[in-house]
Each structure stands twice: as structure tokens, then as C-alpha cells.
């Protein structure tokens, strides 16, 4: 039973930093210009710490199935305390998490928005297929007599 109370007080400790690392997340996609290497580090720290919760559930599942037990763990009060922090905690990284996947959205559109305007601008070819700059063509003038 202790390596079941242990096991749930590190998936609460380790929800508890995912809340920090995906709020961070939140505050640099608000931050109008959003840090590619940062949102890169917290991509990377996100996906440790799931990684990481994913192997402690699965952890839980094997205590359940060995002492014959079920969330919401009712008959166990120290345990059920600590399933109802799972649950609250999941809950607010899930809606969290889907704020921030539409930030990341919207980010997306502008970065495609940007994109095709610069595209749009280069339409004036500045080097030949040689490499050489290219001189810009004068438009022929027509004469009539």
C-alpha cells in the first residue's frame, strides 16, 4: 500500500509541474512574439513530464488490479484525497492545454499570412540561374511614324 501512496503522490507532483511548464507555454504564446527555442524547450518538457505520467498511471493501473481496487478509491480516503487532486489537476492541464492549441493556431495563421506576403514581394528575380545578377528589363518602346 506504500508503493501505492507513493506512486500517487509522484503523479500528483508530476501533474503539478506539467501545470507549470504548459502555463509557461501560456504566458509566451500571449506574449505577442513568440520565442521558437522556448516553445521548442517547453514542447520537449511537456512531452517528458506526459511520458512520465503516462508510465505512473499505468504504474497505478498495476496497483489496482493487484489489490483489487477502483478509482475513485471510496473505502480509502487517504488514496480518494489524492485521486481527486489526479482528477481536478487533469482537468485544468486539459483546458489549459486546449487554450494554448488555439494561441498556437493563431500563431500559425500569421506565420502563414507573413509568409505569403513575402513570397508576393519576390516576385522580381534578382539573380540569374548563373548566379549572376540579372539586369532589369527595360520595356521595348514602340515608335510609330
Not at 506526459?50 to 489496482?64: A, S
Not at 522580381?124 to 539586369?135: A, I, L
Amino acid at each position: 500500500m506504500k508503493n501505492f501512496i507513493k506512486t500517487m503522490d509522484t503523479l500528483v507532483e508530476t501533474l503539478q509541474a506539467l501545470d507549470l511548464v504548459i502555463q509557461h507555454e501560456q504566458t509566451l504564446l500571449c506574449s505577442g512574439r513568440v520565442n521558437g527555442m522556448a516553445l521548442q524547450t517547453i514542447t520537449e518538457q511537456k512531452s517528458s513530464l506526459l511520458t512520465t505520467v503516462d508510465y505512473l498511471d499505468g504504474q497505478r493501473r498495476q496497483h489496482d488490479v493487484r489489490l483489487k481496487q477502483t478509482a475513485p478509491y471510496s473505502r480509502q480516503p487517504e488514496i480518494a484525497e489524492r485521486w481527486k487532486s489526479i482528477v481536478t489537476l487533469t482537468q485544468k492541464l486539459s483546458n489549459i492545454n486546449r487554450h494554448n492549441g488555439l494561441l498556437l493556431d493563431k500563431q500559425l495563421t500569421y506565420n502563414t499570412q507573413a509568409l505569403s506576403i513575402l513570397k508576393a514581394s519576390q516576385t522580381n528575380k534578382f539573380y540569374g540561374p548563373n548566379g549572376q545578377t540579372m539586369q532589369p528589363k527595360q520595356p521595348a518602346r514602340k515608335i510609330s511614324v
